[in-house]
């Protein structure tokens, strides 16, 4: 298994931006396709964003498109996601993933949590109107 930190949450004013990083433990994080997900107080734990693990490839949940951006840096075991133009309804605790069972196609990613391996602990993210 692989450890994941996130970090980067806190509150901020609709209209907004926050930068969200996590980091992966290992050797092999170029090996793993990545995702963001995110759960509100009394919902699913929903996708927001997804990586390939070359960086080459990338989707997004409709809400939050044109909005956020994922990006990963495999020289330093992190991945991000820069989210602008922050709304109330993006408040939640936001959770990186990692796919560490064998990707054989390198520009591929995963928008299901059954596809994922491995969860950091999350971080708050907190929009007020």
């Known amino acids: 298994q692989v450890q994941l930190v996130e970090s980067g949450g806190g509150l901020v004013q609709a209209g907004g931006s926050l930068r969200l990083s996590c980091a992966a433990s290992?050797?092999?994080?170029?090996?793993?396709?990545m995702g963001w997900f995110r759960q509100a107080p009394g919902k699913e734990r929903e996708f927001v964003a997804a990586i390939s693990k070359s960086g080459g490839n990338t989707d997004y949940a409709d809400s939050v498109k044109g909005r956020f951006t994922i990006s990963r840096d495999n020289a330093k075991n992190t991945v991000a996601l820069q989210m602008n133009s922050l709304k109330p309804e993006d408040s939640a605790a936001y959770y990186c993933?990692?796919?560490?069972?064998?990707?054989?196609?390198?520009?591929?990613?995963?928008?299901?949590?059954?596809?994922?391996?491995?969860w950091g602990q999350g971080t708050q993210v907190t929009v007020s109107s």
């Open positions: 290992g050797r092999t994080f170029s090996n793993y396709a």
């Open positions: 993933a990692a796919r560490i069972r064998v990707t054989a196609y390198s520009g591929r990613y995963y928008v299901k949590e059954y596809d994922y391996d491995s």
